[in-house]
């Protein structure tokens, strides 16, 4: 209940005159933000690139390149079913590392909500 | 006594066991509309398979592959790289920043009325269209496996007022077990599907492999063809395959981060990071099935063979006669009536979806301006839309008839999450500048961009000979205007050009004011919806 109602007056962002500023604008200036946005992007935005550029070459290759994707790699299985199976694996292992780097995010927005959360009952 | 029939009864009364179960545990909004955020992370990436893992996958995927192998399972890829979407943009934000639905992320910082109305909008087309091809699928199956028990209306009206009894009494909490207990039970029938199909090999992939690369069958023209399976081209052909099938691939990978029913499923975790490992857990199964579907669809092809699957229920029977092929009756009734479970708990998935944006964004936020006029009103509208949904699901089931050609709405279902949906919740969390007229034009582009394409694409349009009649028949007889099945590849792109038009044509300084609010909600959780206690 008391998170509840520090949580409320996050929510209606007092209006302070000698600052001009609510409490998510000055959150959001704050130098801890701006890192974690930094640490979020530095991973989610390769990882997305990565991924798209994965998955599409798929449907691309073997839409206009069926010849090459065709060809016999392993006996009786092609390259198309060996890149299609190796999505899944892709996949998972791009799953784990995100895994691994939101910990990372989860200890700097930890750190953000303690600050204010500090600074919420100064006030 | 039919043993399917038997085992479906006992998987209906477990359902209905947990809905007793659900009922009497506890009250309120959030308890009926994300159980009460209590469900662990483990058991909500369970349900989030189950929710997905739709009678399309299993029945449908199964079949594409017996009849036209390896692009069939490009159907497969897609649905699990999907969730990497889900996983990098959308499971936390929405997490962090909403409520019971997507449209409460939308309505941060835009204006409430307009961008909730039109969400809700979309939220239950995308829903119906999922929903109506669900339960004809569940009224065709029923009549393959019970015969002459139970008529196709008999098993529509069945499986509607199933769907209503779980939503109405027992909320998200029930249709959240009800999805554990089908998501466990169809890995559980797959994997003993692929070992039986394996066993039949002697456990040999080069054996395997080298019957797919032989699979033999009558063509249309009555010709004997021997064809390898493994090459992709047998359904996907030139001048407009290739495109269809990166079309496919965008709706599917964009698509399934804007479903209801699947987003929903994120406000029922205590916090961001539960959100984040249910994915996981999602992924870990949804992952191993459709790879899976590897023996299911190649194992009908070479085991049974097309010629046999066309002639016993075609080819959405082509999972259930494998497993009579190669263990018997008893295992087929296990495998059709874990395909009838499949069915249930995803209509149920969406029949909560629909009924939540129903009562949470339109009544309580459109109608009465965001306040609940007394406690409980939020819970009771619901109620009351999950009998409206069902009537109208199944009355539609009903009027299309068994034979109808359902398969474009699942398409279509996947392309306006990913046209309409999916651009305004990545416009509003990633851009400072996105506004309510941006939000309502998008919505609105792709909504009708998506269904009015696919309505002149050669799943609806299309000419047939007299002698064709049935599922095959096309709705519209005539050419087909837009040479592709699916939208995606045009009508996602329109959706964004909807939502930045919109945006850029209209000035709503409140909108920007509010985007840091947002921006640090989303990203760090201050605030969030915390789990209740009991």
Known sequence: MANGARNMEIATPPQQPEQGQSVWDRIASSREFKDLMATKRSFIVPAFIFFVIYYFALPVLVGYAPQLMGTKVMGPVNLAYLFALSQFFVAWIIAGLYVKAANNFDRLSQDILDKTNKGGNKQ | M?????????????????????????????????????????????????????????????????????????????????????????????????????????????????????????TLAVSTFYMIAQMVGAGALVKLLLGNMVTYNQAVIAVGILMIVYVVFGGMLATTWVQIVKAVLLMAGTILLSILVMAHFHFSFGQFFGAVGQVTYHDAKGAVVVKDFLTPGLRYKPPYGPLDLISLGLALVFGT???????????????????????????????????????????????????????????????????????????????????????????????????????????TNVIHNGVERKPGEEVLVARISAFVVG????????????????????????????????????????????????????????????????MVSPSVMGIDPPTLTGTARHLIQAKAWFPLENPGILSIPLGFVGAIVGTLLSSEPTSQAKFNELLVRSNTGLGAEKATAH
């Open chain 2, 391 to 454: 009537a109208v699901a199944i009355g539609i089931a009903i009027l299309l008839g068994p034979t109808a050609n359902v398969a474009f709405l699942v398409a279509l279902a996947f392309a306006v999450a990913a046209s309409a949906n999916l651009p305004v919740i990545v416009l509003s969390i990633f851009w400072r500048r996105f506004n309510t007229a941006g939000a309502v034009m998008g919505l609105a582009v792709g909504l009708m961009g998506s269904i009015g394409l696919i």
């Open chain 2, 257 to 363: 981060a804007g479903l209801p029913h699947i987003l929903v499923r994120f406000y029922t975790v205590p916090d961001a990071k539960t959100a984040r490992h249910s994915v996981v857990w999602a992924m870990a199964l949804i992952g191993s099935f459709y790879i899976m579907t590897t023996f299911l669809g190649f194992g009908a092809a070479t085991i049974v063979g097309p010629d046999f699957i066309k002639g016993h229920g075609g080819t959405n029977m082509s999972a259930p006669l494998l497993a009579q092929a190669l263990a018997g009756d008893v295992f087929f009734a296990f495998i059709s009536s874990i395909a009838f479970a499949t069915i249930l708990a995803v209509v149920a998935g969406l029949t909560i979806s629909a009924t939540t944006s129903f009562s949470h964004d339109f009544w």
């Open chain 2, 2 to 122: 039919n043993i399917s029939l038997v085992m479906f009864v006992v998987f209906i009364a477990i359902t209905l066991g947990i809905t007793y179960w659900a009922s009497r545990r506890s009250t309120g909004s959030a308890a009926y509309f994300a159980a009460s955020r209590q469900i662990k992370g483990w058991q909500n990436g369970i349900a989030v398979a189950g929710d997905y893992m739709s009678a399309a996958s299993f029945l449908g995927i199964a079949g594409i592959i017996a009849f036209q192998g390896y692009d069939g399972f490009l159907y497969s890829v897609g649905w699990l790289v999907a969730y990497l979407t889900v996983l990098l943009v959308i499971a936390e934000p929405l997490r962090n920043a909403g409520k019971y639905t997507m449209a409460d992320v939308l309505a941060y910082r835009l204006k409430p009325r307009p961008v909730r109305g039109m969400a809700s909008v979309s």
